[in-house]
């Protein structure tokens, strides 16, 4: 039991060594594996590598320790598998693998080049992760143990300070920590920016029964920053809890977790468990005044479920459907009770902020948009996967820099932005930043963090079309607008992409769009037309295109292709017409190409693999 | 007191009142479906939103506070448009068939429809499939399809009636109203229609074999004599007949009847309800005269006098309280017996 700071700290002592070790900044002649076991990595057998990892190593009677840790954001090049602390990066690692990494690393000290990374600008295999321009320009605070701390260890948690934010609450009056959080400008990371220590500091101005709930509910799809985090590092998510427990007066905590993150729940349950036996949750907490304890609620996976409103219902067992504002949970939450709720990511910086004062959190980002940002960086970039960089980071840095650009040398066309509630950004705002408030003039938002980039095999009235549907099929059916309109908005969509649509109709579209931003309950509805309305200012001609010209030059909407024709851009290579399932292309080597138009199914693959872009649809 | 102007008419309410009611005060009705005073705030039709003057969103006015120096504006384009969207939302998925439909006349899509101008072709289109009617209740059956989720009936019936037979099922376009295994008798519902009674559309409607239209009847206010609450109803008279039961919002039922109130009124019009006085001839009850029923009952009198226990009386709960008070004194004063009885075991 850890019941004093003295406590705290001879544990922290007892692990610290082998953190810095892993760090390289000691050197304890002892070397450990990390191997990502989050949920992306694990799919691909990563739970399988770290027995086969242990079996070698036991066999081979090496004092190495490993360690499955959280996502380490290269997901795109998972499993991935590290030795520290010599930094080195294995990539897209198989389990029949793990026995030549331990022999050839760790008995032979040879760097086992086969699952070394390429960079691809320069074609060289890349031994450190420090090396890999992926991790660039990233700043991990949210993210500073997953994929370096084994997340099932209280202990390695300790090790980096853990529960020491905790601790320093403690020894201040609830005033003095909300002021903190306050002075560092955190702002919800959950989507609406909502400034932290303000939100807290009005529940704390209430009394009696409180909560402080954690949502988990990450319904954004594409989304796993949340996900990731708890797998990763749940102990901070505990701790931030307390900390955020201690400053508005709440005993106890709900994490609402959506049940199809098992693995986030075993590994959050996991660390409950620990925290309460070290006493860090539970009764007079440090030997203070304070108690404080917590449990996980599970979610059925509704996207409405992550409205704060809604949520609650949900944890009171109602059905989760949203209420209207005021009052706001602050005042009036769970069961009644002035509660406050925020996001995992908000929560994963608070003991960072507590340790490291505000002014270092302030310096990191923008003025009004302190801190970093995580992003599940996704789409038709190279490098996809986690990744947190600094509020005020280009767009160019995080797509070309960080993810390496478009993918095979397509053409980037968009950015997508805060999901089914946000909206999209063209290759003129490559150079704009990347905050709050600049994100939302430019007809975007934040958003919880899903990053999706298209090229131009996208088709910007199929996006909408897809985050439409998306909605139709979550909206929870309260309110008439959100119920109703998006639908109707959907089919309005679904005109235009089959070419059955007129240009009275985009009228009418933009018209009803409006009315239920502004007239839904919730958030969900109120945001749900957003994704429209700006494909529709940044891509009106593609929405005309397929009004007037009934097409789609994307080649995404089936309504409007009736033919696959390859224009003399061919350079006759051939690719198309090996591929072909019906053997409808005819052609020889380094001649232009012909789609027999009668046997042609419209599979479009020829249209997808053309090198140069030759094909068109019509 | 509360000062503000709504659509440019300055009025005073008290503190906590809503705009909505602040309108009606002045006699402007703002359009809802969802709202009722008795319920708690569902502000999920958001029919009832407003402009107020400094902020360009669009408020609902049934959960707004009013506040000191407020200018609202119901009538403002920007909300005609929000409103006539709204009801084409709601007409894009529902059954075109008002001249069949026994709401007609006194629905509110119906009206709302007319006041915004809402045209009858569906300008939208929404993916809803139809459900079935549910015919499981004895007295009224539910059509999902004309249905507006307005959540009325789910919260009197919870939160007036204290049943809880309904709730919600399914999410977005699927939402229906839904009570235990769509069967009313296994929801524990005790058939009270007050669901019928607050239902803005035809959704939920009395089953009858009464063909009449809303706007051809007469409603004669009355109390309720089935038993001593006093509920106030309308009796729904169409050429003569009563074809239905409405519950009365201002008595102290405050629009909430129990199943015999509301639906317990066939008798009335019921072939075998007697309708002349019955005497007894050769063995036999024939119909007869009131001239010879209480001559009959005069000859009696006068035949046992003295005898007490020769006479009984019963009478019926269907009298008023006045007229069984007058009944016992009769008996009891005059025929000096205590024999007397009567049928209230309803
Ligand atoms: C439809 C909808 C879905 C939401 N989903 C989430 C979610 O998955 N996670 C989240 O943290 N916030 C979500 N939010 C925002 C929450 O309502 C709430 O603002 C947030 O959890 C507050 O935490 P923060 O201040 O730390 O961002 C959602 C909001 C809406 C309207
Ligand atoms: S806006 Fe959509 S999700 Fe929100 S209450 Fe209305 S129907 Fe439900
Ligand atoms: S009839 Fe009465 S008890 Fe039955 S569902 Fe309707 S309100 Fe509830
Ligand atoms: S059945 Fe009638 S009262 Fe009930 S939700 Fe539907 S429209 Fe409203």
Redesign the pocket.
């Known amino acids: 039991m850890i019941k004093s700071k003295a406590e705290l700290m001879k544990k922290y002592q007892q692990t610290k060594d082998k953190i810095e070790n892993r760090k390289g900044k000691i050197d304890l002649k002892k070397r450990e594996v990390l191997v990502c076991t989050g949920t992306g990595c694990m799919s691909s057998k990563s739970k399988k590598i770290v027995a086969n990892l242990e079996e070698a190593i036991a066999e081979l009677n090496l004092d190495v320790e490993v360690h499955g840790t959280g996502c380490l954001g290269f997901c795109e090049k998972g499993p991935i598998v590290k030795i520290m602390p010599d930094d080195t990066f294995y990539s897209q690692v198989k389990v029949s693998e793990a026995k030549e990494i331990v022999t050839e690393h760790l008995l032979n000290n040879r760097i086992y080049t086969k699952k070394l990374y390429v960079n691809p600008l320069t074609k060289q295999k890349v031994e450190k992760t420090k090396d890999i321009p992926f991790y660039d320009n990233q700043v991990r605070i949210a993210l500073r143990n997953c994929g370096f701390i084994n997340a099932e260890s209280i202990d390695e948690y300790i090790g980096t300070k853990g529960y020491q934010a905790l601790e320093l609450s403690l020894t201040k009056s609830p005033d003095e920590v909300i002021e903190v959080v306050k002075a560092s400008g955190l702002r919800g990371r959950g989507g609406g920016g909502f400034p932290t220590g303000l939100k807290w500091s009005f529940a704390k101005n209430n009394t009696g029964q409180k909560y402080i709930l954690c949502n988990a509910d990450e319904g954004d799809p594409g989304a796993f920053m949340d996900r990731s985090i708890l797998e990763g590092d749940p102990h901070a998510i505990i701790e931030a809890m307390a900390i955020g427990g201690y400053a508005i007066g709440a005993n106890y905590g709900y994490v609402y977790v959506r049940a199809e993150y098992p693995h986030a729940v075993e590994r959050l349950n996991i660390a409950i468990e620990q925290a309460r036996a070290e006493g860090l949750l539970g009764e007079n907490i440090f030997g203070t005044e304070f108690s404080y304890d917590m449990e996980i609620r599970l979610g059925a996976g509704a996207f409405v479920c992550g409205e704060e409103t809604a949520l609650i219902a949900s944890i009171e067992g109602d059905r989760g459907m949203p209420k209207t504002k005021p009052p706001f949970p602050a005042n009036k939450g769970l069961w009644d009770a002035p509660t406050i709720i925020n996001n995992v990511e908000t929560y994963a910086v608070i003991p960072q902020i507590i340790l490291n004062g505000a002014e270092w959190f302030k310096k990191i980002g923008t003025e009004k948009s302190s801190g970093t940002k995580v992003f599940a960086l996704g789409g038709k970039v190279k490098n996809t996967g986690l990744i947190e960089v600094p509020m005020g980071i280009t767009l160019r840095k995080i797509i070309e820099e960080i993810g390496g650009g478009v993918t095979k040398g397509r053409e980037f066309k968009a950015v997508l932005t805060g999901g089914p509630s946000g909206g999209c950004l063209t290759k003129d705002h490559l150079d704009e930043i990347v905050d709050f408030d600049r994100l939302t003039e430019l007809g975007s938002m934040m958003g919880s963090g899903g990053m999706i980039v298209l090229d131009d095999f996208n088709c910007m009235v199929d996006i909408a079309k897809f985050y439409m549907d998306f909605i139709v099929d979550e909206s929870c059916g309260k309110c008439t607008p959100c119920r109703e309109g998006t639908a109707a908005i959907h089919k309005m969509l679904a005109d235009i992409t089959d070419g059955k649509a007129t240009i009275a109709d985009l009228v009418e579209l933009e018209k009803l769009c409006k009315m239920v931003k502004s007239t839904s309950l919730c958030g969900l509805g109120q945001t749900a037309p957003n994704p429209v309305l700006s494909t529709l200012r940044y891509f009106k001609d593609e929405y005309l295109e397929h009004i007037e010209e009934k097409r789609c030059a994307a080649g995404v909407c089936d309504g409007l292709i009736s033919e696959l024709f390859i224009t003399d851009k061919c350079i006759g290579c051939t690719l198309c017409a090996k591929n072909c399932p019906v053997s409808c292309i005819a052609g020889e080597r380094k001649e232009l190409h012909v789609i027999e138009k009668d046997k042609c199914i419209l599979c479009k693959d020829c249209f997808t693999r053309c090198p140069v872009g030759a094909i068109i649809t019509r | 007191m509360i000062k503000l102007i709504i659509n440019g008419n300055q009025i005073e309410v008290e503190e906590n009142t809503t705009v909505l009611k602040a309108a009606r005060e002045l006699g402007i009705e703002i359009p809802t479906?969802?709202d009722d005073d008795r319920l708690s705030k569902q502000t999920s039709c958001r029919l009832c939103i407003v402009e107020v003057e400094g902020t360009d969103k669009l408020l609902t006015s049934c959960n707004l506070e009013v506040k000191e120096g407020m200018v609202v504006n119901t009538e403002s384009e920007k909300v005609r448009i929000a409103l006539k969207i709204n009801l084409s939302l709601i007409w894009a998925g529902h059954p075109n068939d008002c001249m069949k439909c026994g709401k007609s006349g006194e629905c509110k899509l119906q009206d709302y429809s007319f006041e915004y101008d809402v045209d009858a072709e569906p300008i939208y289109s929404v993916r809803k499939e139809a459900i079935a009617k549910n015919a499981t209740n004895h007295f009224f059956e539910?059509d999902?399809d004309?249905?507006?989720?307005?959540?009325?009936?789910?919260r009197?019936c919870s939160e007036q009636v204290g049943v809880g037979a309904?709730g919600f099922k399914n999410r977005g376009q699927e939402t229906y109203?839904s009570f235990g295994n769509d069967n009313f008798e296994d929801a524990g519902c005790v058939s009270c229609g007050s669901?019928v009674s607050?239902?803005?559309?035809g959704?939920?409607l009395n089953k009858t074999a009464d063909k009449y239209r809303n706007w051809d009847v007469d409603k004669v206010r009355t109390t309720c004599s089935y038993c001593g609450v006093g509920c106030q109803m309308e009796l729904v008279v169409h050429k003569g007949k009563i074809v239905r039961v409405d519950a009365n919002e201002e008595g102290s039922n405050r629009g909430l009847l129990c199943v015999k109130g509301k639906y317990a009124f066939n008798f009335i019009n019921h072939r075998d309800r007697l309708t002349t006085p019955l005497v007894r001839k050769n063995g036999k009850l024939v119909e007869a005269t009131w001239e010879e029923a209480y001559a009959k009952i005069n000859q009696k009198y006068l035949e046992f006098k003295g005898e007490s226990n020769s006479f009984v009386g019963f009478s019926s709960a269907r009298c008023t309280n006045e007229e069984n008070y007058l009944f016992q004194k009769m008996f009891r004063q005059v025929f000096k017996t205590n024999n007397i009885d009567h049928c209230a075991r309803l």
Request: charged share 10%.
């Open positions: 479906f969802c539910i999902p004309k249905c507006i989720l307005c959540g009325k009936c789910v009197i309904l109203v669901c607050v239902c803005p559309t959704a939920l």
